[in-house]
């Protein structure tokens, strides 16, 4: 992902004809200082939101050591586990999904700055946003080591790693046994037996990594570069998140070949991020407004726009409408081509401002 957004990033800033010596790096550049850019309230934002997340992180990771120790006291044997602890087995999982599930928008609502500051954005990689090594372009930059010695290599983000080991989607992070934990004889969507030693190790390095977040938020000293690298990263990537629900169980149903995004809609995730964003423009739009205040007030109005339209289409969702994936086709489409045209418009007012746009 931090690939396409780097690639959007250039293209955006080649349409909009940013100002700037090309032959300086941005590291080289002086940071301007822009009257009216108060980023004050994006910082609170971001802090109270990795404060969030590391709690949550440290729920999950307790509550899968206490998963972890009944499974020991059946000596890891599975089979067992159920037969003699069935419905203690059932109540953890489904608190461990609830955890999971309240974790979520605490990171996707501030992922329009972790991923859009470039100092913060290796977070997202690790987080919410790398893949696997058999992408090694964008695969995630460590391992997971188990209590029981066994190292998985690269194996995605955490939050693709507790996601599809708490609701069983990926089979090599789950226990070798059928998870019926309702007792009915049959597994169902939702059901889920982890492997606890794998589940230990991922919720514990999750945890640690939403610790190191946090510290570096709180170390995060932001700039107008940052604010409108952001918005013009992070505001033309609707094309994929839509793509993602479209092929997902809140779209496809039980045709989703999908391993993710079954724990909540990317539609919230939408929503989320550009809550973020719209945030992140409120605070410089000031600076927007010393130079064109037309054109500040339309950028602003295009974009809460944009954040409204993704919020009703949540809500839609979460009150019963199915969406059919044609409907999500011309959604996302919809959403790229207002949020293309948005990120123009802050590229061009960062290159009226003075102010280089990261990469």
């Known amino acids: ?31 301007p200082v822009v009257a009216g850019t108060d980023l004050t309230p994006v910082k609170d934002y971001l802090l109270d939101h990795t404060a969030r997340l590391q709690g949550d992180t440290a729920k999950l990771a ?51 700055v972790v991923a859009g500051v470039p100092s913060l954005a290796d977070y997202d990689v690790i987080i919410d946003a790398g893949g696997d090594k058999s992408d090694p372009e964008n695969a995630v930059p460590f391992s997971v080591r188990t209590p029981a010695g066994r190292t998985f290599e690269q194996p ?33 969507f939702g059901e889920a037996v982890p492997d606890a030693d794998f589940l230990l190790a991922a919720t514990r390095d999750f945890a640690a ?48 070949d999908e391993k993710v995004f079954v724990a909540a809609s990317r539609l919230q995730d939408i929503a989320g991020i550009l809550n973020g964003l719209v945030l992140i423009y409120d605070s410089v739009e000031p600076s927007v407004s010393d130079k064109d205040a037309q054109q500040a007030q339309q950028t602003g109005s295009d974009l809460k726009g944009l954040h409204r339209f993704a919020v009703r289409l949540r809500d839609q969702e979460a009150g019963g409408r199915k969406f059919t994936p044609g409907e999500a086709d011309t959604l996302g489409s919809d959403a790229q081509d207002r949020a293309e045209a948005i990120a123009g418009q802050v590229s061009q007012a960062a290159g009226q401002l003075g102010i280089p746009l990261e990469n």
């Open 156 to 188: 995605g983000n955490f939050f693709t790693l507790t996601e599809t080991a708490l609701w069983g989607t990926e089979p090599a992070f789950a226990a070798k046994v059928a998870p019926d934990l309702d007792g009915d004889g049959k597994a169902e």
């Open 1 to 31: 992902m931090r690939s396409q957004l780097l690639a959007a990033l250039v293209a955006v800033a080649a349409l909009a004809g940013c100002g700037g010596d090309d032959t300086q790096s941005t590291t080289e550049k002086q940071q």
């Open 209 to 256: 990594n939403a610790k190191d977040l946090d510290a570096a938020a709180k170390a995060w000293d932001p700039t107008a570069q940052d604010a409108f690298t952001a918005l013009v990263v992070m505001t033309p990537t609707m094309s994929e998140y839509f793509e993602a629900w479209k092929n997902s169980r809140f779209v496809a149903g039980r045709k989703a």
């Open 62 to 112: 307790s509550q899968a050591a206490d998963y972890y120790a009944l499974a020991r006291s059946e000596g890891f044997d599975y089979a067992k586990l159920l037969a003699a602890h069935r419905a203690e087995v059932a109540s953890l999982v489904k608190d461990m999904q609830a955890t999971y599930i309240a974790a979520n928008p605490a990171y996707e609502e501030m992922e329009g």
